[in-house]
């Protein structure tokens, strides 16, 4: 079936302007995670949805950065008032079960955002 | 809080030369890992994972990892590479129990030379 897709791929933004990142997660995967890579940070853990809740929001990097999943569906990650420093590939990734430490994260291609 | 160590950015191996890619992990319990595999464009794919139980894992593509407590490690090997190995591999980390996101290594980049 179907894996993990995001949109846009690529996102090329002036500095201040806002972004959104779209995430549709595999059919029936009932958890769902935003990771961020960058050359310096490597891959860094944003945040995590089981369902539509997310638990624990402390690894969004600033409150310019917050996320939203409808429906135990589709999620967004929406970054406001972008920053160069935002500039990134956005990767999402998703898992079947209750997000235990054990179920198999499948990730998608990721958005490359770039902030001028 | 957990961490994990890749000591090398870069590796080149022949083709059809063995592979070994180390992993140095920090965490106070037993640790869940992890060794995904990012080739150019896209996105992360797991090759093999770890729990419990049998300390050498078989993976994809013919890889396999032997978690060692006593060095804290997790190193990840495969006998014979192919050019189409050439990729980024991390190694990664999870806590036991818990609905959170996995700790990444910085990654090795893999060349594989003709």
């Known amino acids: 079936g179907a894996g993990v897709s995001q949109s846009p791929s690529n996102k090329v933004t002036e500095k201040g302007k806002d972004v959104e990142l779209r995430c549709d997660p595999i059919?029936?995967?009932?958890?769902l995670y935003w990771y961020r890579q960058s050359l310096g940070q490597g891959l860094e853990f944003l945040i995590y949805?089981?369902?539509?809740?997310?638990?624990?929001k402390s690894g969004l990097p600033s409150d310019r950065f917050s996320a939203e999943r409808t429906g135990g569906s589709v999620s967004t990650l929406t970054i406001q008032r972008t920053q160069q420093e935002d500039s990134a590939v956005y990767l999402c990734?998703?898992?079947?079960?209750?997000?235990?430490?054990?179920?198999?994260?499948?990730f998608g291609p990721g958005t490359r955002l770039t902030v001028l | 809080a957990q961490s994990v160590t890749q000591p090398d950015i870069h590796i080149t191996v022949s083709e059809g030369a063995s592979l070994e890619l180390r992993c140095n992990y920090s965490y106070g319990a037993t640790p869940y890992l992890f060794w995904y595999v990012q080739s150019p464009g896209q996105g992360l794919q797991l090759l093999l994972k770890y729990f419990s139980g049998d300390t050498l894992v078989q993976g994809i593509k013919g890889f396999e990892a032997e978690f060692k407590r006593s060095q804290s490690s997790f190193n990840l090997r495969k006998p014979s590479v192919h050019w189409s190995d050439a990729a980024e591999y991390f190694c990664?980390?999870?806590?036991?129990?818990?609905?959170?996101?996995?700790?990444f290594g910085k990654g090795t980049h893999l060349i594989i030379q003709p």
């Open positions: 949805f089981q369902g539509n809740s997310a638990p624990d």
């Open positions: 990664a980390v999870a806590s036991g129990g818990g609905a959170d996101g996995l700790t």
């Open positions: 990734a998703s898992s079947l079960g209750a997000a235990t430490s054990t179920d198999t994260q499948y």
């Open positions: 059919s029936g995967h009932t958890a």
